[in-house]
């Protein structure tokens, strides 16, 4: 069955159909950690237990040289090196805090069949192997502690054909090493929409892997990586049922990608993307602190500034959505000094004009300016990964100071401006006299963090701002609009 010919849905979503939670849409940035066997090599990307077995790949050639034959030393080997002896949940879940992210957790599987929790369903799991600890228990327990909203994400639909090796030798095929690999399959499986689908064994442990979460760690949030559209339909269903009618909990919520779920039964998810334009329902975007193409530490790794971060935070609040931010721990449990130094520069600018991020509405626009971001990683470059073992980055924006970004709360208007203006006066046509706020009278203009009681002068073409004193921030200053009740 190729992609067209998979069937709609057919069960009644109805009932299963919910708005996302107050919570979800106040919080606006929250962090997740791709952190499994796969950050011992450090090669490239997380898709490294993929890449490995298949000849010819950059991965491939690496592991062969590095660790030997594929029949010799496969993922599984990975496992005992995989110690995390420096793991320490208190110090992750105090990186979230200090970055400023309101809700976050971890990659609960990856698509390596390595759970990170204490599974009773998958016997290759971080109590039995690696770490020999409940990761996602720890952490869980440890975000909580910091008041912030834990959030388990699953990407293990890609393990349907995931290990299929173009090396007839390779450990993946001997039925001895079925349970770390799964049964061996066609080797067109690993495509993203596969001729052959999962079949009900496959489909029933992705589910029950799911619900064993939920029923352990409460997760507030349950984020899908893409590639659910080739789970049947009834597992999916009894899934998010399950998930939103237990524990007698309302403010649970799922993220899905394309079209994986029914609309309205949860968020929808744009890895490494965002819309042009304010959206009418919420959505989310997940992205990457890492610089290259990886989701998890790497070797020679290099990471965004923190500038870009907050610039990106700001257009996607904007546009009536969240940002989903990933850094990659090494090995060991640690982060990279480098990636730390971002995030609490990330933390610091929160922490001074998050007034502007957190809790806040979109405007009837998103903001002013030449800088346009409009990306989605869609299912042509999904495919495209899925052969070269590789994705595309879909272009970075570069935002400028003549960017504004409009976020709301109450009878308060926030003006973003994206870097430090070097001109005094600032020009908002949306906030023209006549329409809109603009028939509103205006009780004072304000810089965060900055000067007080700004001038300023409206008239039928824009409102015209005075700045004045210092501006606070390098990467953007906020001015505050207060309007009569």
Same mark, same amino acid.
């Given at each position: 069955?190729?992609?067209?010919?998979?069937?709609?849905?057919?069960?009644?979503? =109805?009932?299963?159909?919910?708005?996302?939670?107050?919570?979800?849409?106040?919080?606006?940035?929250?962090?997740?950690?791709?952190?499994?066997?796969?950050?011992?090599?450090?090669?490239?990307?997380?898709?490294?237990?993929?890449?490995?077995?298949?000849?010819?790949?950059?991965?491939?050639?690496?592991?062969?040289?590095?660790?030997? @034959?594929?029949?010799?030393? =496969?993922?599984?080997?990975?496992?005992?090196?995989?110690?995390?002896?420096?793991?320490?949940?208190?110090?992750?879940?105090?990186?979230?805090?200090?970055?400023?992210? @309101?809700?976050?957790?971890?990659?609960?599987?990856?698509?390596?069949?390595f759970s990170l929790w204490d599974s009773?369903?998958?016997?290759?799991?971080?109590?039995?192997?690696?770490?020999?600890?409940?990761?996602?228990?720890?952490?869980?327990?440890?975000?909580?502690?910091?008041?912030?909203?834990?959030? *388990?994400?699953?990407?293990?639909?890609?393990?349907?054909?995931?290990?299929?090796?173009?090396?007839?030798?390779?450990?993946?095929?001997?039925?001895? +090493?079925?349970?770390?690999?799964?049964?061996?399959?066609?080797?067109?499986? +690993?495509?993203?929409?596969?001729?052959?689908?999962?079949?009900?064994?496959? +489909?029933?442990?992705?589910?029950?892997?799911?619900?064993?979460?939920?029923?352990?760690?409460?997760?507030?949030?349950?984020?899908?990586?893409?590639?659910?559209?080739?789970?049947?339909?009834?597992?999916?269903?009894?899934l998010v049922d399950h998930y939103y009618?237990?524990?007698?909990?309302?403010?649970?919520?799922?993220?899905?990608?394309?079209?994986?779920?029914?609309?309205?039964?949860?968020?929808?998810?744009?890895?490494?993307?965002?819309?042009?334009?304010?959206?009418?329902?919420?959505?989310?975007?997940?992205?990457?602190?890492?610089?290259?193409? /990886?989701?998890?530490?790497?070797?020679?790794? $290099?990471?965004?500034? *923190?500038?870009?971060?907050?610039?990106? $935070?700001?257009?996607?609040?904007?546009?009536?959505?969240?940002?989903?931010?990933?850094?990659?721990?090494?090995?060991?449990?640690?982060?990279?000094?480098?990636?730390?130094?971002?995030?609490?520069?990330? =933390?610091?600018?929160?922490?001074?004009?998050?007034?502007?991020?957190? =809790?806040?509405?979109?405007?009837?626009?998103?903001? %002013?300016?030449?800088?346009?971001?409009?990306?989605?990683?869609?299912?042509?470059?999904?495919?495209?990964?899925?052969?070269?073992?590789?994705?595309?980055?879909?272009? %970075?924006?570069?935002?400028?100071?003549?960017?504004?970004?409009?976020?709301?709360?109450?009878?308060?208007?926030?003006?973003?401006?994206?870097?430090?203006?070097?001109?005094?006066?600032?020009?908002?046509?949306?906030?023209?006299?006549?329409?809109?706020?603009?028939?509103?009278?205006?009780?004072?203009?304000?810089?965060?963090?900055?000067?007080?009681?700004?001038?300023?002068?409206?008239?039928?073409?824009?409102?015209?701002?005075?700045?004045?004193?210092? $501006?606070?921030?390098?990467?953007?200053?906020?001015?505050?609009? /207060?309007?009569?009740?």
């Amino acid at each position: 069955m190729n992609h067209a010919e998979i069937k709609p849905m057919t069960m009644d979503w =109805g009932p299963l159909q919910r708005p996302a939670p107050d919570w979800f849409r106040d919080a606006k940035f929250g962090m997740f950690f791709h952190w499994g066997p796969y950050t011992v090599p450090a090669y490239e990307n997380e898709w490294y237990s993929r890449n490995m077995y298949n000849k010819g790949l950059s991965q491939n050639k690496y592991h062969v040289e590095k660790y030997g @034959k594929l029949s010799e030393f =496969g993922y599984k080997d990975f496992l005992p090196l995989f110690t995390g002896d420096r793991f320490d949940p208190e110090s992750w879940a105090e990186l979230m805090r200090i970055a400023g992210a @309101k809700y976050g957790g971890i990659v609960t599987e990856h698509a390596d069949n390595f759970s990170l929790w204490d599974s009773k369903i998958n016997p290759v799991n971080a109590v039995n192997y690696g770490p020999k600890r409940d990761v996602v228990g720890e952490l869980e327990k440890a975000i909580r502690a910091k008041g912030l909203r834990f959030i *388990a994400t699953f990407h293990h639909q890609w393990l349907w054909g995931w290990f299929m090796s173009t090396d007839p030798n390779a450990d993946v095929y001997d039925p001895a +090493n079925e349970k770390f690999y799964g049964k061996a399959l066609p080797l067109e499986t +690993n495509r993203y929409i596969p001729w052959r689908l999962p079949d009900d064994e496959f +489909n029933q442990i992705w589910m029950q892997k799911v619900i064993e979460v939920i029923d352990a760690y409460d997760p507030d949030l349950i984020y899908f990586d893409s590639r659910a559209n080739i789970i049947a339909e009834r597992y999916k269903y009894q899934l998010v049922d399950h998930y939103y009618r237990s524990g007698g909990r309302s403010e649970r919520i799922i993220t899905y990608k394309q079209e994986d779920f029914p609309e309205g039964v949860g968020v929808p998810d744009i890895e490494c993307g965002r819309f042009s334009t304010v959206q009418s329902f919420p959505w989310q975007t997940d992205d990457r602190l890492e610089a290259k193409r /990886t989701w998890c530490y790497i070797q020679g790794a $290099l990471y965004k500034p *923190a500038a870009k971060i907050i610039h990106q $935070l700001c257009d996607v609040v904007s546009k009536n959505g969240n940002l989903l931010l990933n850094v990659g721990p090494k090995a060991d449990g640690t982060f990279a000094e480098e990636a730390v130094a971002e995030l609490k520069e990330v =933390g610091s600018w929160l922490a001074a004009f998050g007034e502007a991020i957190y =809790g806040t509405r979109p405007f009837v626009v998103h903001g %002013e300016g030449a800088s346009v971001a409009d990306q989605n990683f869609d299912v042509a470059q999904i495919e495209e990964q899925t052969r070269k073992g590789v994705f595309s980055d879909q272009g %970075e924006v570069d935002f400028t100071a003549s960017d504004l970004r409009f976020t709301t709360k109450g009878n308060v208007l926030y003006v973003i401006i994206m870097g430090k203006p070097e001109r005094e006066l600032i020009r908002v046509a949306s906030l023209r006299q006549g329409e809109g706020l603009g028939t509103k009278e205006i009780a004072s203009i304000d810089i965060i963090g900055g000067a007080q009681n700004l001038d300023w002068r409206q008239d039928p073409q824009q409102l015209e701002i005075v700045l004045k004193g210092r $501006l606070p921030s390098e990467h953007a200053n906020v001015l505050k609009i /207060t309007y009569r009740s």
